[in-house]
């Protein structure tokens, strides 16, 4: 994918909102956030339930319309963007996805849709784009079986290679590592950091689970009341950010380079 | 081999594209050979015995000429364009509403064009004007009308096509409204109940060769961007969100894809009345036989839908000669008859 990729140089700022303010009729999700994504960095979103994750990457890829605030992407405003233009520069993936009965080379050839429009037939260049995407995704042997045949792994790896396909400069992924298992969350950890340092994709991934969350470049930490921090992992461990953030003590240890969350299991607190 | 060249080959797409080429082919020329076999049967199918069609057919005269190509045969090419219409509209509504059970009446069509008709009748037996009025229109006229204005009706209640839900939703008050009307018009005015059946329970015997040309030219019209929109289909299935997501306009594929169920619904209801199943069925059919996506299933489907009504045709002239069944009823009985099967096959394999 290299040679399809170097056309983005890394840029100080690809995707920027502020002063970001979204409510469902009363319910205010979130207030008055002011984020800034670099290119070729890996962002994990993370945070407790209900806290706005997803909120937060439909509104930035202007899925949901935010009630204040902006959204620049690339220095121009999202909203000024044309539909196909935008959606060639930010691939979103959503937490769950609806049934088909469509294959798994039909979906992904969904991903070329920008690219091509309704009257375009699909070239050369689409195929290689879906081959590469598939390959990395470990999609590639299921290409001719449908979508319903495949369990909820596999299928969450055919969406990944849909939105890997249209070779966006942005990728917001909205739970990425759901239904895998730990191997395979392992795969999908490792691609996204290749996209960011390899290709200077900006990836911003809504994640749960804490340690693989902390494999990332960068976190964004969303608690109950709105962001409670944005920076790289020894910012947010140095300023304990997590806890804060899920409103009960968090402890993370170093083991061989990497930092794993460590379950207080001595006192559940399910009432949190 | 070149490198993208053997992308393709490693993806399958050639294959797949191949297989599913062949297999549509296999149902187009299966499709095609069925109705000619249809087309030619309805020639002998009528008031007649089938010894004298056939007799007809080797020694035709000129009144024999006249029933066999400007009655038997329009009427047999008429049924198979709105059963075509209905099958497209099916196909299309299936896909716009992500609802296997979604059929081409649920704009409220069905019940616009009852109620078209019943005004129309109405005014006709009321005054001069209205009979003048009538005279202009028909019942195929009124129908058309009628199912026009019903999805009118539907968007505007809908405010729009911005929500699919919402559209639903106005579809089903739409019918349900119209519906209630018709019933009360039927009820002050009795003795048109008689006449308004054949069109509620649909009828091919209206079909001439206008007609049949008419609907003809609405399938041609409404199949071209169908099966443009059909990429636009297979990303609905991923969910509205998705499908925005990738650089789709939402509010305009909705409206195209609801422009081409209310143009080929509204022109069959008005040339054959109100016919069901048809549009359910079909794309059920081709699903359940061949896996497909939306582009072969819009090709497909119209093809499927064509037949089952001409062949449902064949058999309410044949079943009770020289009198006829209302084709509606043997659709009905046989598209019920499939969905009952499907669950129970459903069923069983758990």
Known sequence: MAEARTQFAPQPS????????????????????SLEICAGQWTAVVGPNGSGKSTLLRTLVGLTVPK??????????????????????????????????????????LGRFAHGGWL???????????????????????????????????????????????EAPVLLLDEPTTHLDPPHQEDVARLL????????????????????????????VLGPSGVVGHGTIREALAGDWLSAAFCTRIDIVEHGGVHLWKPALASPNLGR | MSALHHAAADLGTESLECGASRRLAIWLACCLGVTVLLTALSLLVGTTSLEDSLQWLIYPDAHSSVVLWQIRLPRAVGAWFAGALLGLAGAVAQGLFRNPLADPYLLGT????????????????????????????????????GACAATLL????????????????????????????????????????????????????????????????????????????????????????????????????????????????????????????VGLIAPHLVRETISVNHRQ??????LVGGVLLQAADLVSRFIIRPAELPVGAVTACVGGAYLVFLLWRRSRDG
């Open chain 2, 110 to 145: 069905a019940s616009g064009a009852a109620l078209g008709v019943t005004a129309c009748l109405m005014a006709a037996d009321a005054s001069i004007g209205g009979l003048a009025l009538m005279g202009q229109l028909g019942v195929t006229g009124a129908a058309c009308v």
């Open chain 1, 120 to 166: 375009a037939h699909r070239e050369a260049e689409d195929d290689a784009s879906m081959h590469r995407a598939m390959r990395a995704t470990g999609s590639l042997a299921w290409a001719q079986r449908r979508l319903s045949t495949l369990s909820g792994g596999e299928r969450q790896r055919v969406h990944l290679a849909r939105v890997l396909a249209v």
């Open chain 2, 297 to 302: 299933l819009l090709i497909a489907a119209p």
């Open chain 2, 154 to 277: 539907t968007v505007t209640l809908s405010r729009g096509v911005l929500q699919t839900a919402s559209l639903l939703l106005s579809g089903i008050v739409t019918a349900f409204l119209l519906s209630a009307v018709t019933s009360l018009l039927l009820l002050t005015k009795p003795e048109i109940w008689r006449e308004m059946q054949t069109f509620l329970l649909g009828s091919t015997s209206f079909i001439s060769w206008s007609s049949a040309t008419l609907l003809g030219t609405v399938l041609c019209i409404c199949i071209v961007p169908a099966v443009l929109l059909s990429r636009g289909l297979d990303a609905l299935t991923l969910g509205e969100d998705t499908a925005q997501s990738l650089g789709l306009s939402l509010p305009w594929l909705r409206l195209a894809l609801l422009g081409i169920v209310a143009l080929s619904t509204s022109t069959s209801v008005g040339q054959v009345g109100i016919v069901g199943f």
């Open chain 1, 14 to 33: 690809v995707l920027a909102c502020r002063d970001l303010s979204v409510a469902y009729g009363s319910r205010i999700v979130f207030e008055n956030v």
């Open chain 1, 68 to 109: 204040s605030g902006t959204i620049h992407l690339q220095g121009r405003r999202l909203s000024s963007w044309p539909r196909r233009e935008r959606a060639r520069h930010l691939a979103w993936l959503a937490q769950t996805a609806a049934p088909t009965e469509l294959t798994a080379a039909e979906v992904v050839a």
């Open chain 1, 193 to 220: 950091r290749e996209q960011a340092h390899r290709f200077g994709v900006s990836v911003v991934s809504a994640i749960h689970d804490l340690s693989l969350a902390l494999t990332a470049d960068r976190l964004i």
